[in-house]
């Protein structure tokens, strides 16, 4: 068993998207990874894909989501489960907190399969 405290995940933040991965393999992870997020009001996530399911929960907040050119709507306390490899886009509308999940070690990439490197993977 592993505790990680809050105090040492770090922030990172990129166009209005503020992230901090709280079970990475940096801090004891092994088969599952989940991030914490704050989104500013009319920021989005750039579209990408992973390439195992993600699970997203919203804490706060809400706004849309397109995945694989079908849009859908979220507010808090919804979960928005995606399946490997849609192209998906998030949206917030309002100031919006999540948490998401996946499989440890996806790849992530944009559209074009350029692979994203994400910070708070670490």
Same mark, same amino acid.
């Given at each position: 068993?592993?505790?990680?405290?809050?105090?040492?995940?770090?922030?990172?933040?990129?166009?209005?998207?503020?992230?901090?991965?709280?079970?990475?393999?940096?801090?004891?992870?092994?088969?599952?990874?989940?991030?914490?997020?704050?989104?500013?009001?009319?920021?989005?996530?750039?579209?990408?894909?992973?390439?195992?399911?993600?699970?997203?929960?919203?804490?706060?907040?809400?706004?849309? +989501?397109?995945?694989? %050119?079908?849009? *859908?709507?979220?507010?808090? $306390?919804?979960?928005?489960? =995606? /399946?490997?490899? #849609?192209?998906?886009?998030?949206?917030?509308?309002?100031?919006?907190?999540?948490?998401? +999940?996946?499989?440890? %070690?996806?790849? *992530?990439?944009?559209?074009? $399969?350029?692979?994203?490197? =994400? /910070?708070?993977? #670490?």
């Amino acid at each position: 068993m592993i505790v990680f405290p809050q105090d040492e995940n770090r922030l990172h933040s990129m166009q209005g998207n503020h992230i901090a991965g709280v079970a990475t393999p940096g801090s004891g992870a092994r088969q599952v990874e989940m991030w914490r997020g704050h989104m500013e009001a009319g920021s989005a996530t750039p579209p990408h894909r992973h390439s195992g399911e993600e699970v997203v929960l919203f804490l706060t907040g809400s706004g849309r +989501a397109t995945v694989d %050119g079908q849009e *859908v709507r979220y507010a808090a $306390g919804d979960t928005l489960i =995606l /399946p490997a490899n #849609a192209v998906h886009q998030i949206f917030a509308e309002t100031e919006s907190s999540f948490v998401s +999940a996946m499989p440890l %070690g996806d790849t *992530v990439s944009l559209p074009d $399969g350029t692979v994203m490197d =994400l /910070p708070w993977r #670490a």
